[in-house]
């Protein structure tokens, strides 16, 4: 047996007990070309409005910087598990932040919005102490982080409100959820089904000219999120008239898209190859 086969193989094994990204995570290999340069660094005072940051272990330069926020249908989620996704993008060249952000039940909207919103500008006051340059800062995000991505990144309300209303260059999501109304899983109910203005929680109600450049990626074969979720933000955003690039890849599901940032799984997709170069495009190659 090969040793991506055995590894495949314990990661199935582990997907058991937890989830198979958090597996990766433990058992799959990492770009060695970069790591974790700071942990625990707080933008709030909640146990969970902490950060850590990544960089590649080579650098001259500040370099772009990202933060990335991940999944977990608004109530789940350890920024720990997704340290080899942050290690995969600051392999590419750039300062990565990855935040963790309040759950439900503990909150509901928008306050996890609040915090990704929060979370970003103390990335963007402490990236040039770590090698980064805060005037090329973008967001990403997948599944339900890819959610808070874009509503930082398009509903001016939540950057403004932290007083870093153009702090964000860039954003992209990896099968995000953008238009979900009405709220028919317990995921979406639980999280915003309070909100007085069901509205004010999609992505698409903010589609506007000025928006900072956007990228969205979907698997054709995603039944968590479909496609039409990034087909249906693309084609408002392109209506306005704003700059916003999408991908579909075909046959690929909902945790392939953030998957094939692992070495195990890069030659499934070169998402991670594109969504480097769309921020390198558009936040300037260091």
């Not at 086969?5 to 597996?23: D, F, K, N, R």
């Not at 959820?177 to 639980?190: K, T």
């Amino acid at each position: 047996m090969t040793r991506r086969a055995v590894l495949a193989s314990a990661l199935a094994t582990l997907a058991g007990a937890c989830s198979p990204l958090a597996a990766l995570n433990a058992l799959g290999p990492r770009d060695r070309n970069a790591g974790r340069i700071a942990r625990d660094l707080p933008y709030g005072d909640d146990p969970r409005q902490k950060l850590d940051l990544y960089a590649p272990r080579d650098r001259s330069g500040p370099l772009p910087t990202l933060v990335f926020f991940y999944g977990g249908g608004w109530d789940s989620g350890v920024r720990g598990h997704y340290g080899w996704a942050a290690q995969a993008l600051a392999a590419q060249g750039f300062l990565v932040a990855v935040p963790d952000y309040r759950l439900v039940p503990q909150v509901r909207f928008p306050a996890f919005i609040e915090d990704a919103a929060r979370a970003t500008a103390r990335v963007g006051d402490l990236a040039a102490a770590h090698g980064g340059d805060p005037a090329r800062l973008g967001v990403l995000g997948h599944s339900a982080g890819a959610h808070l991505a874009l509503m930082i990144a398009l509903d001016r309300r939540y950057m403004a409100a932290v007083e870093r209303p153009a702090l964000i260059r860039a954003a992209a999501g990896l099968a995000g959820p953008y238009e979900f109304l009405p709220f028919n899983v317990s995921s979406s109910i639980n999280a915003f089904g309070r909100a007085p203005d069901p509205t004010l929680t999609q992505p698409v109600t903010f589609a506007r000219a000025d928006a900072p450049p956007i990228w969205l990626g979907h698997g054709t074969a995603d039944v968590v999120v479909h496609a039409e979720d990034t087909e249906i933000l693309r084609d408002r955003l392109t209506a306005v008239g704003a700059p916003v690039e999408a991908k579909l890849y075909p046959g690929l599901d909902h945790a392939d898209l953030i998957s094939t940032f692992s070495p195990l799984f890069r030659n499934k997709a070169p998402v991670l190859a594109e969504v480097s170069d769309f921020f390198r495009r558009r936040l300037g190659q260091s």
